[in-house]
């Protein structure tokens, strides 16, 4: 299958993946209140900021060695990795149980939810580690399969839940938490068929999955963190009616994320095909055009979307939302700029420099937390969207720097071409 084709595949994937829970949109901005809306999100930010201390990055990994391994040596692979998870969750129960008070009081949710977290990130490892599997054996059907059946358990456990039971914000993570404890399941029966799952466990593996993941944290932290802090800013500064607008605008923005992570999906093992087979000056030339192609079609889908942001708060948001418009055109151009982001550092990837990534994000993150700070004070609540702009598009630049460093490319090709001929 082209790389074209493999785009448009993950794209329709993922596209219907997202238009799943959009499609939620309606429902929660009419049963929920920017409040409840506000204390569902800043559950789900810890819930984000948690998920990276139990799968530790392992699901990276796949993409990045299928094509070196034998399809048996794959199968003992990520029948080692799949411990990972059980020992990591163990681990962090025991602090949650230990600082479940001030983790309440920071995220402003009740101690209870707090210790039911990292049971709800353990369940999101299978469901998450499985479709990367599929995305490394470029078998984006099996992977839109599996995703799209997830996303519409979701979708029905949450309608249950909120509609049926009337539980409120509450009903919304137990939907989500249903839906993965279910697909846990399946996901274990489909690696068990693939023989991807054995009672078998490789030291070196292991070592080599930590050696790789957890260097990779305070990376991972920090993007969910630059993604996602601008919440507790407000939540702190300004309320969580405030949060509840800000989550809404960030989710419709969302779409625009969807695109960014399908053309990424597709272009990283087409990437990492090429670099393996040592690529000469000449091809260097061409993945780096193709590469700005990429990057240009990314660039109108946002100027596109961005137009049509009224339409979709005017027919699917409800009334007590419609002042977001603005906010999630804003965001918009933010997740763009993470696409680039994600474009740039598969070489970093690549020369497995992980820890490298955790000063780009920690310098970005700390420039972020200070300009959240002054423009909220400064333009409210659309002060933390124009903060998450320049995070991101600081990130971008220094990755690409550090991209260039560790894995030299013809970024500016027309003059390596003419050094070339």
Known sequence: ???????????????????????????????????????????????????????????????????????????????????????????????????????????????????????????????????????????????????????????????????????????????????YALFSLIGLAVLRSLGYLELYVSRDTLKEALRFGIPLLPHTLAGILLAMSDKLFLANMMGVHEVGLYSVAFQVAGGILIVMTSVNQAWMPHLYEQLNASPSAGTKILIVGQTYKVALGMAAFTLVFIALVPLVYRFFIGENYQGGVVLSQVLSVAFLLQGFYFIVTNYIFYVKKTYLLSIVTTLSLLLLWGLNYFFILRYGVIGSAYALVCGYGTIFILGWILAHRLYPMPWIFWRNHERHI
């Open 1 to 179: 299958m082209s790389l074209r084709r493999h785009i448009f595949s993950y794209s329709a994937a993922n596209m219907v993946n997202a238009a799943l829970p959009f499609l939620l949109l309606p429902l929660l901005t009419s049963y929920l209140s920017p409040g409840d809306y506000g204390k569902l999100s800043l559950v789900q930010l810890l819930m984000s900021l948690s998920f990276p201390f139990i799968l530790l990055n392992i699901h990276s990994l796949f993409v990045l060695e299928y094509s070196k391994l034998s399809p048996a040596e794959f199968g003992r692979f990520v029948s080692s990795m799949v411990w990972i998870p059980l020992g990591a969750f163990a681990f962090l129960e025991l602090l949650f149980i230990l600082f479940h008070s001030p983790l309440s009081a920071a995220f402003k949710i009740p101690s209870e939810w707090v210790l039911c977290v990292p049971l709800f990130a353990l369940m999101q490892s299978i469901p998450t580690m499985l479709p990367v599997i599929f995305q490394a054996k470029k078998e984006p059907l099996n992977y839109a399969k599996f995703k799209i059946s997830l996303t519409l358990a979701n979708f029905a456990f949450t309608l249950v839940f909120i509609v049926s039971l009337g539980m409120g914000w509450e009903g919304r993570i137990l939907g989500i938490a249903a839906a």
